[in-house]
């Protein structure tokens, strides 16, 4: 059973999904609280801007009255200092607006008026009712209210307030100095809004601006408008189509957000943890690669998993194919022992038929060569254990056991060749255990010559060790690392060998394959590939 690999692709990691899903969340209660209050300052600047365009029409006939007025003498107000002069050279001068209501630039409720302390120019009044027809035109289009002030601040236009004097206000009194001045002012409705206004600061607020009217660098009057800012609700009704696609493309984004989420953790999840349980219920199902991997995590985690799985299912096979030969094999010769024993027990009772001395000695002879054997299958299964509990993080090469290999079989020539130092991720002790049966077990079987090849593969190291031994016929070649299968039951072999050979390499990353061939008996040994030392220079 070969466990699946994912598909080598790039994939987001699991860390990046998180924090871009962590940040999305993130701005989402951030865009709610300041929607509104955007919006808000949006329409007031968008009142504000109306406000100067209209303004600055009435300044330039109004100025334009008073200019055909001089010659009669009619007075002007302060004289604008050099510094606050727009530049001659400048064909145009804006005003941008610039009111806040995030800064708070909101102010108390407009003062009322108050007596002035002197009545406004006869001339004056004469421009306010030649004004006052274009104001109410205007008044009735831009739903502004209009107040047009003398140079000392006395109202000559306006539904009210006439002939009373508004210098005393803030933005009136820095208009009357030359400098154009707006304010955001507290309004109190006409009567109270619906609750879900409160969300909008902009329906309680009135936006006033003061225009100076300049006339030869001295004030000749003030333009002062005002108007409440379109509600915001109001608005987001007039553009309820915007704002419907612009609803729909979040709801949009929502359900992306959730279906990247959904392919890329909560299903590769549920598809592993559903393969989880199938392989614990030992259902070959289990093993069948997941749908999709979604992140580089999972894919990763999957392969851990699936390789994980594979080597538990490997062995516990083994485990009970083991179990199944260890008992049959302990069997026969338990069983032999005891039926001799019983026989040689009787003898001894009997008063006839007594067991003769060469009898006697044949049973003997059997007792002792199953004790030999059963003892031979002790030593193999302490091996088989040792050899699996011994550290996998250790490094050897086989130029470290060449020596020890030829000494405990000096009667057969081992050859080697290839790169003999290359580091491998077995420790000593365990590789000159698994070249110890594959020498033995080539020797049992005739073989005079024996050769180690290794090849360096990078991550893996290949070992081809043949010999000239007896061939393996093609119905053994299946069943050659299968526990207690041996051909030399007669001359002691205990079958466990190569079974001791396959299991070390298969706890320690490994792998053993028997290559086809007819002239010699060959085993590829595919080994882990350990760390090459660090050089280092001495100067």
């Given at each position: ?16 999904i ?61 004289e ?95 208009a ?18 619906p ?5 909008s ?43 419907i ?46 749908a ?25 096979s ?110 000593s ?33 290949i ?5 000239d ?9 299946e ?24 299991a ?36």
């Open positions: 059973m070969i466990a699946p690999k994912p598909k080598k692709k790039w994939r987001p990691s699991l860390g990046q998180v924090f871009g899903v962590l940040a999305l969340v993130a701005t989402l209660p951030l865009v709610g609280l300041f929607f509104f209050r955007i919006y808000d300052n949006q329409l007031i600047r968008q009142t504000q801007a109306e406000l100067i365009a209209q303004s600055g029409v009435l300044a330039a006939v109004f100025a334009e009255e008073v200019s055909a007025r001089l010659a009669a003498g009619i007075p002007l107000g302060a604008i200092p050099p510094e606050a002069r727009p530049d001659a050279a400048d064909e145009v001068t804006p005003i941008r607006p610039l009111l806040d209501l995030l800064a708070n630039d909101l102010f108390v409720r407009r003062p009322d008026a108050r007596e002035a302390p002197q009545p406004a120019d006869p001339a004056y009044v004469a421009i306010g009712a030649r004004l006052w027809p274009i104001i109410r035109e205007t008044q009735k289009v831009t739903l502004a209210g209009f107040r047009v002030l003398d140079p000392q601040g006395v109202v000559i236009a306006g539904r009210d307030e006439m002939g009373k004097s508004l210098a005393h206000i803030d933005e009136i009194a820095a009357l100095k030359g400098r154009y001045s707006a304010a955001l002012r507290i309004r109190i409705p006409d009567k109270a809004p609750p879900i206004y409160s969300f600061r902009g329906v309680g607020v009135h936006v006033f601006s003061a225009m100076p009217v300049i006339v030869n660098d001295h004030v000749a009057g003030v333009i002062y408008t005002s108007r409440t800012p379109r509600n915001i609700f109001e608005h987001l009704y007039v553009e309820r189509g915007k704002f696609a612009a609803g729909s493309a979040i709801v949009l984004t929502t359900l992306l957000v959730g279906l990247i989420v959904a392919r890329t953790i909560t299903r590769p999840m549920c598809e592993l943890v559903d393969r989880a349980g199938r392989i614990g219920r030992s259902d070959p199902a289990g093993f069948r690669p997941l999709h991997y979604g992140t580089r995590d999972f894919a990763e985690l999957a392969e851990h998993f699936f390789a994980m799985a594979e080597q538990l299912a490997r062995r516990s083994y485990l009970r194919n083991f179990s199944a030969h260890l008992t049959h094999e302990l069997k026969s010769p338990l069983t032999s022992i005891k039926g001799a024993a019983e026989l040689m027990l009787d003898s001894l009772h009997a008063t006839s038929g007594q067991l003769t001395p060469a009898e006697q000695e044949t049973f003997l002879t059997n007792i002792l060569g199953d004790a030999e054997r059963l003892d031979r299958m002790a030593q193999r299964l302490r091996e088989l254990a040792r050899a699996e509990a011994l550290q996998q993080s250790e490094a050897s090469s086989l130029d470290e056991v060449i020596g020890p290999l030829r000494e405990r079989f000096p009667a057969a020539q081992i050859g080697t060749g290839g790169a003999l130092r290359r580091p491998i991720r077995l420790s002790e365990t590789l000159l255990i698994v070249l110890t049966h594959l020498a033995d077990n080539a020797v049992r079987h005739g073989a005079r010559t024996i050769s180690l090849e290794l090849d360096d593969r990078a991550e893996q190291v070992l081809k060790v043949s010999n031994g007896n061939p393996i016929s093609p119905a053994n070649r069943r050659v690392f299968d526990a207690f299968f041996t051909t030399r039951r007669d001359s002691g072999g205990t079958g466990m060998g190569l079974a001791i050979v396959r070390v390499m298969m706890s320690h990353g490994g792998q053993i394959d028997l290559l086809p061939s007819d002239d010699e008996v060959c085993f590829e040994l595919r080994l882990p590939a350990g760390e090459e030392p660090r050089q280092t220079h001495l100067k």
